[in-house]
T-cell receptor
Framework: EDKVVQSPLSLVVHEGDTVTLNCSYE??????LLWYKQEKKAPTFLFML????IEKKSGRLSSILDKKELFSILNITATQTGDSAIYLC?????????????FGTGTRLKVLA | DGGITQSPKYLFRKEGQNVTLSCEQN?????MYWYRQDPGQGLRLIYYSQIVNDFQKGDIAEGYSVSREKKESFPLTVTSAQKNPTAFYLCASSTRTGLYEQYFGPGTRLTVT
């Protein structure tokens, strides 16, 4: 059974801290790994990773994929209160000729002023 | 403005009643998805559709039904057979399946009493 596991489940930090969120997966027919940020309702896209070892960066956020060890990390440096959200990891898989996304449970991040 | 709309934002129903959640997109996306989000469980796939008049069951399809008669629309019916229908429902779409991120609607919170 395909599985995506995120850790930690929740995290509380202070502004300015650096955080690392983890996503491990066990799936067949991996296509890509995606990170989303969910603040209130609709998740918004952050990164898509398909190749090992290539860091994707956007401002204070960065992410990397290790396809040998089957995990990805999302780093946030110099955290701000606006980073408080649920961070979702999803793995895209090919199954029975169609593509679908399997989500982890998410990591709830709270950044205190 | 392009995007995905879901209506209504909040929905209340009595147990035993079927209810239909609306999802419309004007992004010209081929693929559409329905997810359910419960506290601490991340997003779970209910149904997905890659093209008009075709759809596949996701991981938790029991008690739900969908149709895809138009490219823009993918309504979800929560039937009385769904044992725990109270949840937050998210609709998403993507350009095509495979290596494309999903765009999410704002969600519908369904409460059944």
């Amino acid at each position: 059974e395909d599985k995506v596991v995120q850790s930690p489940l929740s995290l509380v930090v202070h502004e300015g801290d650096t955080v690392t969120l983890n996503c491990s997966y066990e799936v067949t027919n991996f296509r890509s790994l995606l990170w989303y940020k969910q603040e209130k309702k609709a998740p918004t896209f952050l990164f898509m990773l398909t190749s090992s070892g290539i860091e994707k960066k956007s401002g204070r956020l960065s992410s990397i994929l290790d396809k040998k060890e089957l995990f990805s990390i999302l780093n946030i440096t110099a955290t701000q209160t606006g980073d408080s959200a649920i961070y979702l990891c999803a793995v895209e898989v090919l199954t029975s000729g169609t593509y679908k996304y399997i989500f982890g449970t998410g990591t709830r991040l709270k950044v205190l002023a | 403005d392009g995007g995905i709309t879901q209506s209504p934002k909040y929905l209340f129903r009595k147990e035993g009643q079927n209810v239909t959640l609306s999802c419309e997109q004007n992004l010209n996306h081929d693929a559409m998805y329905w997810y359910r989000q419960d506290p601490g469980q991340g997003l779970r796939l209910i149904y997905y559709s890659q093209i008009v008049n075709d759809f596949q069951k996701g991981d938790i399809a029991e008690g739900y039904s969908v149709s895809r008669e138009k490219k823009e629309s993918f309504p979800l019916t929560v039937t009385s057979a769904q044992k725990n229908p109270t949840a937050f429902y998210l609709c998403a779409s993507s350009t095509r399946t495979g290596l494309y991120e999903q765009y999410f609607g704002p969600g519908t919170r369904l409460t059944v009493t």
